[in-house]
């Protein structure tokens, strides 16, 4: 779709210069509202909200019917001032002046979709598209509101007509993967993020979806090679590197699950379950100082997970042989909801 409010200034001047002048007074009211427009609308691109709806409500009070300044005042409302209610009002005022104006239904409908209204929210955004079929934002719009409606047949045939328009939009096909995913069609998932890795190789967001998918049908292989390019279009994307480090920690890679680990607590240090596999790797390795100051750190962390309890509780007990520091972190792995028979067993005799 062009831009919402560009094209509405170059329409009002060819309209404005080419009607007859019928009074001088009545000729200049226009002519003195499209002025006011045109500063109303240098205000909002600087953000000078307050200035924009002032400058507006002058323009209106010379022209009531200028649906243009109705819509670019709706405009301000939501973007600017929060007021969504107001906007929703503005924007329908510049429908009711100008039924075939697919942008301010474009606005109208988006605005619906953030305050979860739904069925107006569908209603503007299919008169929308009605009137202007080739504007992907609007469709795409469309295809969001129907997913936050919970409605994945009608958002997946919306995204579906999106790309018949665009066959890579980024966006289109993710969504409709994930879609895909939700719905248990892991093979038009894959295919569809295929697709957009092809068209994209630099989308992080759909080679960690492929490494999701590819680790639940258990192709460890091919989960791994895709959390790989993830992390190559996006070195900072935490949950392909937790993810990447457990699939090589459960494959025995301890050194290289022990940098994938380190990567996560590098840039969320707060991250628990981080540093509660990056102790197991460090046992694994013998570095038992370097793992118990890993242990240490989860259960400070997040006191309430219990499997941080649990490998402290193995870590005191085999490995430092001290059975009084392992009983206290098995009893507490219990009191949280932990579930093991050994345990229990322990926890049982340490009572008598």
């Known amino acids: 779709m062009q831009s919402r409010i560009g094209p509405f200034v170059i329409l009002l001047m060819t309209v404005f210069c080419v009607a007859p002048p019928v009074a001088s007074l009545y000729s200049a009211q226009p002519d003195a509202a499209q002025k006011a427009y045109q500063q109303a609308l240098s205000f909002f691109r600087e953000d000078q909200y307050d200035n924009a709806a002032e400058t507006l409500k002058k323009a209106l009070a010379l022209q009531p019917q200028y649906a243009e300044a109705h819509h670019l005042l709706g405009l301000v409302y939501f973007q600017g001032k929060k007021e969504p209610v107001e906007a929703i009002e503005s924007l329908k005022k510049a429908v009711r002046l100008k039924p075939a104006y697919p942008e301010a239904l474009y606005d109208l409908g988006r605005i619906y979709l953030s305050q979860a209204k739904y069925q107006e929210g569908e209603q503007a955004l299919t008169r929308a598209i009605a009137l202007a079929p080739q504007s992907e934002e609007a469709r795409l719009a469309l295809a969001k509101l129907y997913t936050r409606a919970g409605n994945a047949t009608k958002a997946i045939q919306a995204y579906q007509a999106l790309l018949a328009l665009k066959p890579r939009h980024p966006e289109a ?180």
């Open 173 to 352: 096909l993710y969504s409709l993967s994930r879609l895909y995913d939700t719905q248990g069609d892991a093979k038009l998932a894959r295919h569809t993020l295929q697709q957009l890795t092809q068209a994209d190789p630099s989308h992080a967001d759909a080679w960690y979806l492929l490494g999701r998918i590819a680790e639940k049908e258990n192709n460890l292989g091919e989960a791994a090679d895709a959390y790989n390019q993830a992390i190559l279009a996006k070195p900072d994307l935490v949950d392909a590197h937790y993810n990447l480090g457990f699939l090589l920690r459960s494959a025995g890679k301890q050194e290289e699950a022990t940098k994938q680990f380190l990567q996560v607590i590098r840039y969320r240090p707060e991250y628990a379950e981080a540093h509660m596999n990056l102790g197991m790797s460090y046992t694994a390795l013998g570095l038992f100082d370097e793992a118990e100051q890993a242990y240490e750190k989860a259960v400070e962390l997040k006191p309430n997970l219990p499997e941080a309890h649990y490998n402290l509780g193995v870590f005191y007990e085999l490995h430092r042989k001290d059975p009084i520091r392992a009983l206290v972190q098995y009893r507490k792995y219990l009191e949280l909801g932990g579930n093991d028979e050994r345990v229990e067993r322990i926890v049982s005799q340490g009572r008598r």
